[in-house]
Every structure is written in structure tokens, then in C-alpha cells.
């Protein structure tokens, strides 16, 4: 079950670890719904709940996922360790670096980052 918290006064829609995988942009449609009825600016999403397929850029679905963020205005945030799938693909790597520094999606180790990175973001 989704949970809606505030971080460092930020809203945040957080989903379970457990549950069905993320395997495209029909099955965020949900989330990005929730997020802006709770009035979420965030959907914090555990990297394990991201169908292996997400880490395989040539599939589009990571591309797909993160667009239809965007095209909603709710940020998108993967927090888990996910330095194997970037360590085996230099175009990933460079998909989560442009990600990060565009500020629609972000990927962070863990909640500390993200908390770190909310409060950053407030400062400015």
C-alpha cells in the first residue's frame, strides 16, 4: 500500500517494497493519479519494484516511465542501489547522470540521499 509522507516539507507519494513489478508507463498511471490527489510533488519508488526490463534502455521502458512523469509534473524518484545495472551499461549510467541533473527524476541510494536531496532542492 502507497503511503503519503512529508520529507523535509515536501509531500511524497512512497511505494512498498513488495508488490507487482513496474513494467511500464500504463502501470505509473496509478501512482501519478494517488500523487496528485494526495497532492504528492514526489513518488519515491524502490529500484526492486523496477522490472528488469527498466535497466535495459533499448526496451524504452525507462524512457517511457519517466516520461510520463514528466508529462504529469510529478517527480519521480528510484531509490535502491542499482550500481550492477549501471555498472554493465554506460548509456544507463548516462541516462541516470542526465536524470538527476535535469531534476524531473532522481535516483538515490537510499532515504537519507533523498532527504539530503529534498532539502537541497528548497534551499534554492
Not at 497532492?39 to 519517466?66: C, M
Amino acid at each position: 500500500m502507497t503511503t503519503v509522507d512529508e520529507i523535509d516539507g515536501v509531500p511524497v507519494l512512497r511505494c512498498p517494497e513488495e508488490g507487482e513489478p513496474i513494467r511500464g508507463g500504463a502501470d505509473v498511471l496509478d501512482l501519478i493519479g494517488n500523487a496528485g490527489y494526495h497532492g504528492a510533488e514526489w513518488v519515491v519508488v524502490p529500484a526492486g519494484r523496477l522490472d528488469a526490463s527498466f535497466f535495459q534502455l533499448r526496451t524504452r521502458v525507462a524512457g517511457d516511465i519517466v516520461q510520463k512523469f514528466a508529462q504529469y509534473r510529478v517527480g519521480l524518484v528510484v531509490v535502491g542501489d542499482i550500481s550492477r545495472h549501471t555498472e554493465a551499461s554506460g548509456a544507463l549510467r548516462d541516462f541516470v547522470r542526465e536524470c538527476d541533473r535535469a531534476g524531473q527524476t532522481w535516483f538515490v541510494p537510499d532515504a537519507e540521499a533523498l532527504r539530503e536531496r529534498l532539502a537541497a532542492r528548497r534551499r534554492r
